[in-house]
């Protein structure tokens, strides 16, 4: 019975230590980090998200952008630091639930080196071509691919990456035969879009948007379920009757290595969902597309699980490697 009051005492004393860990947290510079290069795709994100958490932590967030191997270069960085709360991740898709199917080896182990914290965001993919291409729709894009096999060609930002997979997935549903013509990234692919150098591609929302407005590139449909609040005339791919049931986004997740104790999680998370309902935030980033989330961890643990097995069945049903 003494024992069992012992290690009840002990229980309830590194409770109270964890939360006032928590609660005096940070006390030190934070380090967030983006695997991606400066100046798009997940690095305005985090730079605007870690300026309101640095208002909020009073201490600097320092975004450090360390690039390569379609970002599992930052998150096996993030993935070996100390378990402190000190080094965050904001990833994007590839290196928490992609490469882990298509690379031969990597690093780290996104299920088991890194905590889940939060969603950060999502934001839809919008398939796209030049205006000069005689299609309009998802619809007459797929007619015109069956009367004409192995003759349309698609841009992605590389082999494996979510616009890659999307593609992947259009040709899965509807039974079309595009030709793949990756990328080293998402800005060359879209300028030989805008060229028309290439037929068609998938581009993140934001930044296909400006494009679609001025008429530089057509819209053929978003990859989310329903239309966008930014883009609300671009039907979803999942309207057009081949394409029924698609669905595939993009979106930036928070994590932390794994080890590091929940209350510094939960407190995390907490900020970062306060800061994602900010007024100012919130509008900056539905302007762009994106939509903010700042979900609890379970719930992103979960969301993280289903889209591992989504990405990981379209992978092995292709057979995508590196």
């Known amino acids: 019975m003494k024992v069992l009051k012992l290690l009840a005492a002990c229980v309830i004393v590194l409770s109270s230590v964890a939360s006032v860990s928590a609660q005096s947290w940070p006390d ?32 600097p967030v320092i975004v450090e952008n360390k690039t390569g191997a379609s ?26 639930a992609i490469n882990q199917f298509i690379m031969p080896k990597m690093s780290y182990n996104p299920e088991t080196d890194l905590k889940p914290v939060t969603l950060a965001v999502r934001l839809p993919f919008v ?13 007459e894009l797929i007619s015109y691919a069956k009367k004409n096999p192995d003759h349309v060609t698609y841009a992605s930002s590389g082999p494996g990456t979510p616009q890659h997979l999307a593609a992947v997935l259009v040709e899965q549903l509807s039974g079309v035969k595009l030709i793949h013509v990756p990328y080293k990234g998402v800005a060359p692919s879209v300028a030989d879009l805008l060229a028309g150098h ?17 008429g ?17 005339k671009i039907a979803p791919l999942a309207a057009t009757p081949s394409l029924d049931g698609f669905e595939l986004i993009q979106w930036f997740g928070v994590f932390v ?27 900056s980033l539905e302007n762009q597309g994106l939509q903010p989330s700042g979900m609890p961890t379970a719930e992103f643990a979960a969301f ?17 490697h590196q």
């Open 216 to 232: 530089a590139l057509k819209a053929l449909g978003v990859s989310s379920r329903t239309a966008s609040p930014a883009a609300p």
């Open 304 to 320: 993280l699980k289903s889209e591992r097995k989504r990405f990981a069945s379209i992978v092995k049903s292709a057979n995508i």
């Open 71 to 96: 970002g599992a270069i930052g998150a096996s960085y993030v993935a070996h630091s100390a378990p402190d709360g000190l080094t965050i991740l904001m990833s994007a898709t590839a290196e928490v």
């Open 28 to 59: 030190k510079p934070v380090k967030l980090v983006v695997p991606y290069s400066a100046g798009g795709g997940v690095d305005p994100v985090a730079r605007l998200i870690g300026q309101k958490l640095a208002e909020r932590w009073k201490q």
């Open 198 to 214: 290439v037929d068609v591609g998938f581009a993140g929302l934001p930044t296909a948007l400006p494009y679609i407005q001025n």
């Open 127 to 139: 398939l796209v071509t030049n205006p000069q291409h005689p299609y309009s729709t998802a619809a």
């Open 257 to 283: 290595p794994a080890g590091t104790p929940d209350a510094l999680v939960q407190r995390i998370q907490k900020d970062i969902s306060d800061v994602l309902q900010m007024s100012d935030v919130k509008q």
